[in-house]
């Protein structure tokens, strides 16, 4: 009995001591920060130009590729077995790489957004350290994560720091 009241004696001290230094936290809306960057506005203009240049392109190839289905679909009768086949075969090899394409399209596009959002994504995240160790927070917590906010916000300090 007397170890069990000095084990719920210690236990009670960390706690006591835990909630002494309890730790200060913030909250910021961590999205709107990253969409009023200017670097976000500029890399999402520059992505839109890239998906649409892209898009166009493919539109173009993928409208002449249609008008040869078409024109096989209205002339194929004519043709004899070996042509219909080698059509149908060299058909086939365009919509291959019509999709290979496509695909190429869509990894460059992921890779250039990979690429331009990362220092962005670093100099926020600089931000946010420097006003959590101005403020003496221990932890800066998302906004769009919290179900009640109550306590201070940390998102003005964060657009000071950009320059926002």
Partial sequence: MKKLS????????FLTVGVAKAQKMAMMDYESVLAA?????????DLDVFSKTKGDELQKQAEAFQKEVQQ???????LTEAQRTAKETDLQKKQQNLQQIQQTAQ??????R?????????????AVEKVAKANGYDFIIDGSALIYKGGPDATPAVKKELGL
């Fill in 107 to 112: 990894n460059d596009l992921a890779q250039r």
């Fill in 72 to 78: 096989y679909q209205a002339e194929g009768a004519k």
């Fill in 114 to 126: 990979d690429a331009a959002v990362k220092p962005i994504i670093d100099k926020l995240n600089k």
């Fill in 6 to 13: 000095v084990l719920f004696a210690a236990v009670m001290m």
């Fill in 37 to 45: 960057m200017p670097e976000t506005k500029k890399m999402t203009n």
